[in-house]
């Protein structure tokens, strides 16, 4: 089975902050992957697809990068409405595996 | 606009069948995607369960094969998931969802707490 691990598993940060949350999967997912936002007491909310697709609706502070093993998401400029947890997810394989989880928290 | 809702028991027992159903409106499920079931422990990660096409081809996580089962029913536009054999472990929030490789349409979610 492949495995995602993110870094870091919480990251304290600013409003105004540039941050980075990294994805490494076990083995090349080529750009099969995906990032989401969660917040207390609520579903999941995708953010990004394929890599670097942005989801419709979601703010363009928010961008992935990256393929193979290593990905990134990246929040150029943080609002109060971004502080949640995020997770990557792999979709090459059939068992559609996710991250552990990064807590973005003031 | 289409929206997602699970609905089911709060509480099962162990040992017992957890059984929930998801209702789907603003879009019928023989229309593409596949769609998913998703689950969460309280303060824990995600999990994905099973997906289903409205064809009838299924995808179950391979942790949770032998005790799933997921199906549809097109008339009713819903999707159905059964486990059995419940334990404490399988509390979780519950989720449905849309699947195109990744999970693009959420339900809010349901807490399933299996406790005798």
């Known amino acids: 089975d492949i495995q995602l691990t993110q870094s870091p598993s919480t990251l304290s940060a600013s409003v105004g902050d540039r941050v980075t949350i990294t994805c490494r999967a076990s083995?090349?997912?080529?750009?099969?992957l995906a990032w989401y936002q969660q917040k207390p007491g609520r579903a999941p909310k995708l953010l990004i697809y394929?890599?670097?697709t942005l989801e419709t609706g979601v703010p363009s502070r928010f961008s992935g990068s990256g393929s193979g093993t290593e990905f990134t998401l990246t929040i150029s400029s943080l609002q109060p409405d971004d502080f949640a947890t995020y997770y990557c997810?792999?979709?090459?394989?059939?068992?559609?595996?996710f991250g552990q989880g990064t807590k973005l928290e003031i | 606009q289409m929206q997602l809702q699970e609905s089911g028991p709060g509480l099962v027992k162990p040992s017992e069948t957890l059984s929930l159903k998801c209702s789907v409106s603003?879009?019928?499920?023989?229309?593409?995607?596949?769609w998913a079931w998703i689950r969460q422990p309280p303060g824990k990660g995600l999990e994905w369960i099973a997906s289903?096409?409205?064809?009838?081809?299924?995808y179950y996580n391979p942790s949770l094969r032998s005790r799933v089962s997921i199906s549809v029913d097109t008339s009713k536009n819903q999707i159905f998931l059964k486990l059995n054999s419940v334990t404490a472990p399988d509390t979780a929030f519950y989720y449905c969802?849309?699947?195109?490789?990744?999970?693009?349409?959420w339900g809010r979610g349901i807490l399933v707490t299996v406790s005798s």
């Open positions: 083995e090349s997912i080529v750009t099969w």
């Open positions: 603003g879009y019928s499920i023989t229309d593409g995607y596949f």
């Open positions: 394929r890599a670097s």
């Open positions: 289903i096409y409205h064809s009838g081809t299924t």
């Open positions: 997810q792999e979709f090459k394989t059939y068992s559609y595996t």
């Open positions: 969802a849309t699947q195109g490789g990744h999970f693009g349409t």
